[in-house]
């Protein structure tokens, strides 16, 4: 069983930072890249960075200079630090991680999301 818990959404005026948080836990052997995904209401889920092991970092060009994607592979852990927020990175925010599980099993786990909310 492996589970991702996102922390750190909330409201924020537009112009704020929000950091969020997702830690990985349960039946792990190794996390390969994690990432954060938004969807807006309305909305197909999108991608808003990614990061490997060895932290190589990818982002969308809507957040890019603004959102920063960092990893504390020690403690299994994603963050995504959101500076000079709009009212459209409005959305409920995923973490996945593609992770080799202790059975020798590749696989996509998802968290449950986080909602972020700015306002103007």
């Known amino acids: 069983q492996v589970q991702l818990v996102e922390s750190g959404g909330g409201l924020v005026q537009a112009g704020g930072s929000l950091k969020l948080s997702c830690a990985a836990s349960?039946?792990?052997?190794?996390?390969?890249?994690m990432g954060w995904y938004r969807q807006a209401p309305g909305k197909q889920r999108e991608l808003v960075a990614t990061i490997t092991s060895g932290g190589s970092t990818n982002y969308a060009d809507s957040v890019k200079g603004r959102f920063t994607i960092s990893r504390d592979n020690a403690k299994n852990t994603a963050y995504l630090q959101m500076n000079s927020l709009k009212p459209e990175d409005t959305a409920v925010y995923y973490c996945?991680?593609?992770?080799?599980?202790?059975?020798?099993?590749?696989?996509?786990?998802w968290g449950q999301g986080t909602q972020v909310t700015v306002s103007s």
């Open positions: 349960g039946s792990i052997f190794r996390i390969n890249a």
């Open positions: 996945s991680a593609q992770l080799i599980t202790l059975a020798g099993v590749w696989r996509n786990s």
